[in-house]
């Protein structure tokens, strides 16, 4: 399989995704903070963006959409996902063995519309 037919293989939306993950990390590096991972796996889910803003560490959600239609991107994340990535910030912390003097909850909502250039919306402390 050439690298080329892998990358076709990738569905429209989790290419939207990566997208807009990758376009979050660009906007909260902007904002002065360091990425330390960008999709961080265990087996209970993912953090999309784990990053340092001064003293806090920063868990990110990142939701990415074409439209509004069906709600904006901040709309997607209630509490139940709210819960899991404070169960996930726990593992996180745990494995990499760090204590942090502050654990923050951010999301980053992207809209990419088919035409013109993508909305960023960044909400601190969910």
């Not at 939306?13 to 997208?19: E, T, W």
């Not at 990110?60 to 709600?71: A, D, I, P």
């Amino acid at each position: 399989m050439t690298e080329h037919s892998t990358r076709s293989s990738i569905a429209p939306k989790d290419a939207l995704g990566a997208y807009g993950e990758g376009l979050a990390a660009e906007f909260l590096r902007g904002q002065g903070m360091v990425i330390l991972h960008r999709n961080w796996r265990c087996e209970v889910g993912e953090i999309d963006v784990v990053a340092r803003d001064g003293d806090a560490l920063v868990i990110c959600e990142v939701k990415t959409r074409r439209s509004v239609s069906h709600g904006t991107p901040l709309e997607a994340v209630g509490r139940r996902k709210l819960g899991k990535l404070r169960h996930l910030a726990l593992r996180y912390v745990t494995e990499q063995r760090i204590g942090p003097r502050v654990i923050r909850f951010d999301v980053v909502g992207v809209i990419q519309p088919w035409d013109g250039p993508p909305i960023v919306q960044h909400v601190r402390n969910v």
